[in-house]
């Protein structure tokens, strides 16, 4: 569909607007570092591990959560409960819970310039959604304006790892499971059969998005070590062009446009 | 020959601004359709009850933008056509949907959303077999309905409540705009 040439010349000139106030921000702004991976890959523990050190050397950092913004997480908190949930309504959700946490927390973190750790992205919805069987460009039209990482480490295992320390730990939830698609009654087995799709999935992102790769296998340290470095040689970019959408729409909404161009 | 209740059943779209005109609407509606002796149902929006959920929620955790309450609109839209539209017009009822799309699609052009984006994303919704629009009331009073009424007032107050520049009486006459130019391509009927 067109856009009427009223939206296109206001779109121009706000467009303008912007790309000044995004170069004047560059220098400050925050990166945004993402924990990809399947369950049992260790994401949590290096994103703790990382975090703390980024604060040592002085970063301010902002974490956030796959699923956790006060408007969504009780919804989905329920209808898990209560199995109601369709692979459709799930994505949905889960895209309603990142937009709200973009709008809320990540991008007036990055604008403040304070680092932001994510514990699992939008990747993960992706890759558990493409595994429920929905269409990978119908997610991303549901997810858009998306808004790029600087950086997306992904961590990889083995099934057999993966099912191992998931199970140490506790049983798979009937959705963690997959059990809604697999249809199979032993939680365990349901798991390894849904994860072994989400890993597939998650191999079809990481050569589409480039995503940087972390052994989840080898010593917690070394990885650690890993993710320094990859941190630190990241070389500082301006903020994608695929990204410029997500921050006007947030800007417009937020009325930081205005402030800013007051200031 | 046929009777008029062994028809096809029909998916029937009402949509409008006001919760209130609505559920008048589908009143007169399924009066009319049992006049012809055709069994009918009304799905509502927020069957889910994702809107009832965020409305009990706090204040402060409710500031979603139009986009989110987008994407929970089709959610809880998901939700009815799975319990509620498919399996009422599977069993040969045919359903009111008050309301269905134009009305998301309304409040999406009012915030300026992108239309390929709010196409592609109701794309799991089926094409409804005919378009009822209500008769719009009170255009220069803007919202005076409770909040929590209905989906183009609940959401107005939201974001209301969060954009500065939103101007919830600006928006409501937009959306009728849009609802008005889409009932005149689509060929929707008005229902008072």
Redesign the interface.
Known sequence: ?TATPA?TSQTRVARKRLDALLREREADRGLLIAFEGPDGSGKTTQRKLFTRWLESQGHRVVTTKWASS??VK??LK?RKQARAL?P??FC??Q??DL??RL??EILPALWSGATVVADRYLFTSLARDAARGLDLD?ML??Y?PLFWPDLVLNFTVSLDTSTSRVASKHTPKYYDAGQDVTNLDDPIVSYRAFETRVMREYENLSLIFRFVAVDGERPIYEQHKRIRQLFQEGRRAAWGEWNVEALA??M????IH?ADHGE | MASRTEARPQLIALDGTRHADLRKAARDLRERLASHKIKSGVSWWDASGVFFEVGLGKKKHRAASPRTLLLLYAADLAFRLRWEIRPALASGQTVIAAPYLDTALAFGEACRLPRDWMASLFAFAPAPDARYVTRERGRASGWKANGREGFAEFVSTVVAGVAPSFDPSDARRRMIEHLETTARRQKSRTIT
């Open positions: 569909m939206r006060p408007l009780p919804l329920v369709s459709e309504e949905l959700l895209a309603a937009r709200y709008e809320q119908w039209h549901a858009s729409e947030w417009e909404w937020t009325g205005e």
